[in-house]
């Protein structure tokens, strides 16, 4: 018998990754990715598993209790991997109510499909979170993010992923749903919308556009590559244990201004300009209002007890992310026409 599990969000950035590892590594589970397909979502992320037999998409809005019951209805669900949200902080300060319905709404009506149809007979079933270290808060005064870290969210963004995350702990003391959520840093990697900081830099370059850097610059973030992340889902759902919290960090801490410098390096090199060309593009601009100073996350239970570690070294993945993005030119002009000019043009022009 197969598995059947849902993978929510496949078609964003890391869910892509998230379903190419379950789909290639468990022939016997059904994988069903159930996505919106927002500005964020983009099928060319998984066109090389169209047509792998254990793999289906349903064009689904979480936010409609409807439509997951239609999903519901027609597979067999043992297990929910939850990665559909808005995900953009900068976003989330211009448009609040939108995290609110997909991220807080949506996740709540999840989890009333997982009750409803598992019957309290929660035998091998599985909803498991995928969440954020911003929901810890900011790390001004040093020291790192452990599981049992108070929250303190402090974007629309964080704060609705901590509303989630609270949801679907509520759900597990009141129902005994079975439940496992992770709070994981900064990714990057291949097929990130050029929204955030480090797809958005890499086609600036490309494109010769200034590289725009809130405030001083100063700001921390621990930067973990997406297969990575990837890689200890699928160790998570497997081995993890039920009602747990794992944090899962790439120990690899940047000043945003030291990480974009890093980057025009590597762009210099893969453009063939002369060494410092790129770096003349950097242009400090108005900061992010509420800007989190500093997330750093302690990921040593996941290493210890299920002995995760990173794969490739933060230089390793950069290189790998810049070479996939300069391979891809037809993925990102096909997204940064139309919507994402007038995206760019609204959240850049007064800064
Ligand atoms: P993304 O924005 O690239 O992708 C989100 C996906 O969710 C898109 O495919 C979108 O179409 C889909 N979606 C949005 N609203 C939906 C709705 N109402 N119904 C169904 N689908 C919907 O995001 P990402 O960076 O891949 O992040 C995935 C998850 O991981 C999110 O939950 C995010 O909070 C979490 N996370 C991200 C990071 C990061 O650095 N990107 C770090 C830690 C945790
Ligand atoms: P981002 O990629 O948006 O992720 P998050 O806000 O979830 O950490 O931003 C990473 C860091 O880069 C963050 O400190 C904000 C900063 N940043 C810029 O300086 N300029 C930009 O254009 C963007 C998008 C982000």
Redesign the pocket.
């Known amino acids: 018998m197969k598995k059947t599990l849902l993978i ?8 892509s990754h998230v379903v190419r590892q379950f789909v290639t590594n468990y022939p016997d589970y059904f994988i069903v990715n ?5 500005y ?3 099928l060319e992320n998984l066109k090389d598993l169209e047509d792998a037999e254990n793999y289906r998409f349903e064009k ?4 409609s209790p409807a439509e997951i019951d239609s999903v519901f209805n027609r597979y067999k669900v043992d297990g929910v991997i939850h ?6 902080v900068d976003r989330s300060i211009a448009n609040p109510l939108d995290f609110v ?2 991220n807080v709404v ?1 996740t709540v009506n999840l989890l009333n499909a997982c009750l409803k149809n598992w019957k309290s007979n929660f035998q091998g079933r599985l909803f498991y979170h ?4 911003e929901v810890y808060g900011s790390l001004d005064q040093g020291g790192y993010f452990i599981e049992s870290t108070p929250y303190d969210p402090k974007s629309p963004y964080s704060a609705s ?1 901590a509303s989630s995350d609270h949801f679907i702990r509520a759900y597990s003391n009141t129902y005994k749903l079975p439940v496992i959520i992770s ?5 990057y990697g291949p097929n ?2 050029p929204e ?1 900081l480090i797809p958005l830099a890499i086609n600036n370059i490309k494109n010769n556009k200034h590289i725009p850097i809130y405030g001083k610059g100063e700001n921390i973030r621990d930067w973990l590559y997406v297969i990575d992340h990837a890689r200890a889902i699928d160790l998570i759902f497997h081995r993890g244990t039920s009602g747990e919290t794992y944090n899962i960090g790439g120990n690899n801490e940047w000043q945003n201004i030291d990480l974009i410098r890093l980057l025009c390096k590597v762009m210099d090199k893969k453009l063939d300009k002369a060494e410092g060309l790129s770096a003349k593009l950097i242009t400090y601009v108005k900061d992010r209002a509420g800007h989190d100073l500093r997330y750093a996350i302690d990921s040593g239970k996941l290493r210890q007890e299920l002995h995760w570690e990173p794969s490739v070294t933060f230089e390793q993945g950069l290189e790998l992310t810049v070479d996939w993005y300069l391979n891809n030119e037809e993925w990102i002009k096909n997204i940064t026409t139309g919507e994402y000019e007038k995206y760019y043009q609204t959240q850049y022009a007064n800064r």
């Open positions: 929510t969000g496949g078609a964003g950035f890391i869910g159930i996505d919106k397909l927002t964020a979502g983009n689904i809005d979480i936010v990665l559909a949200a808005e995900s953009h319905f997909t949506g995928i969440s954020t270290d992923k709070n994981c840093s900064n990714n990130q919308f955030k």
